[in-house]
């Protein structure tokens, strides 16, 4: 069996998740706690988040 | 202000969701989850981006990148106690979904069967590199990566004339 009947479907995977979105703000957030790890960071990059939202709604 | 380096790393990482997202689906289940290592993996390419500027296809450095990321997390996670459960669960969503027929799902299924190291050589294979590509980008020998892509082809032949119903 040929691994290559699977390339369409990889590339279909790949356009099917290239329709969500990855959030600047969620990018700039990780990439300023660089010294945080794992369930801490998200916790400190949704905490960010919600603080940029608060910024802008105020 | 945005520095032009994340102005541009920001660019790189809107060009590339795609795959970012489809590795973490590939290795985890959960949302909280998928959220967690695409994060470990922002952050890895932030990291090396200053050498992302010296190669010359993007689409090659991402992946290394990405799937050393995954790699290394798994590694770490098998250390820990209670890493079984969670391959159990892991194992039993993917039982639910194996009488489909449809390429996308079965392309999933068989990755989820394959231990960790065998995925990452399954999808840059699907992404159309070579051996000698891939073992340079995880970091393995050419002849580790013939090796494990003959298991990989065998563990596929046995699953398939287990499950006759998903041959065509």
Redesign the interface.
């Known amino acids: 069996?040929s691994?290559d009947?699977?390339?369409?479907?990889?590339q279909?995977?790949?356009?099917?998740?290239?329709f969500?979105?990855?959030s600047?703000e969620?990018?700039?957030a990780?990439?300023a706690q660089?010294a945080t790890?794992?369930?801490y960071?998200?916790l400190m990059?949704n905490l960010m988040m919600l603080l940029t939202f608060l910024m802008v709604c105020y | 202000m945005k520095s032009p380096s994340k102005t541009e790393f920001l660019k790189m990482i809107d060009m590339h969701k795609g795959i970012i997202h489809s590795l973490c689906s590939l290795y985890y289940q959960s949302m909280e989850d998928q959220k967690d290592v695409r994060q470990d993996i922002i952050l890895q390419l932030w990291k090396a981006f200053p050498s992302f500027r010296a190669e010359a296809q993007s689409g090659t450095w991402l992946y290394r990148v990405a799937l050393n990321t995954i790699l290394n997390k798994k590694k770490q996670e098998a250390r820990r106690p209670g890493h079984d459960s969670l391959t159990v669960i892991e194992q039993l969503s993917f039982s639910a979904v194996t009488q489909t027929d449809d390429d996308l799902q079965l392309l999933k299924q068989v990755i989820a069967q394959l231990p960790d190291l065998e995925k990452a050589i399954m999808v840059l294979h699907l992404e159309g590199y070579q051996n000698k590509e891939i073992a340079q980008m995880l970091n393995l020998s050419a002849s580790n990566i013939s090796t494990r892509m003959h298991r990989i082809k065998t563990r596929l032949k046995e699953t398939f004339k287990s499950q006759p119903y998903v041959t065509r």
């Open positions: 069996m691994l009947r699977f390339k369409p479907a990889w279909q995977l790949k356009l099917n998740h290239s969500e979105s990855i600047h969620e990018v700039l990780v990439i660089p790890t794992g369930k960071r998200s990059v």
